[in-house]
């Protein structure tokens, strides 16, 4: 059975951070002011990260620290929540988790656990809001010890593969057993992966098509430029996250009519 965060058909676009429109100098990305620029944009499904505040709070911000967007050297970790808002007010304002899920009602949210302490807070809350959520993590002890919590809480949200997981489900396409596949992607809903890792081409034909037997989706990351978007769509991929939703909305828009 298809988990309900999978609501609209494929292929889907997963705003990355949200979107802040080119040019745009009045906002940053995992804002407030961003999400809402995905949702007017038409993006069913938003991604961001999630840290925790000094006073235990699950916000959504991607670097450790505040010095890439806000010029302050202080770890996430280390402010509380009220001081990360003064901070964020005029850069289109600070999003806990449980606040994005609550603003924008109509979307789904793939939530990154970037740090250890989010996990469970995390979990707690996407097990209340399962049929909303994506879990992931480049770690499988954070992805797994989230998903563990939304248990304890009563939902099961959809999750995608931690690095570990994808070295494996890599390993098992090479082999050319479906059976090896299957078993790497067990409880596996989406595959979020780049396209390339250094040297080493990620996605190809065969991945795709063993992924889609097993009944797992394959979602590229992170795919800004059109040509790419409508070669990706060709191949079969299931999901763009993209910090161009409005070039990857009108990409869908036109390999579904070609």
Known sequence: MTHPWFHAP??????????VPPGATDFVENTLAAFAAAHAAGASYVESDCHLTADGVVVLFHDDDLTRVAGDSRAIADVRLADLRHIMADRGELVTAAEALSAFPTLRFNFDVKAA?????LGRLAG???DRVLLTSFSDARRRAAM????AAGGTP???AGQATVARVLAAVATGSHALVRRALRGIDALQIPERAGALRVVTPRLVRVAHAAGTEVHL???NERADMDRLLALGVDGLVTDR???????IAAHRGS
């Open 10 to 19: 494929a292929p889907r676009v997963l705003a990355h951070r949200g979107f």
């Open 117 to 121: 302490g989010a996990a469970l807070p």
């Open 128 to 130: 209340r809001n399962a």
């Open 148 to 151: 563990e919590a939304a248990h």
């Open 158 to 160: 959809a999750t995608s």
């Open 221 to 223: 990351w992170t795919i």
């Open 245 to 251: 939703a409005d070039l990857a909305l009108a990409a």
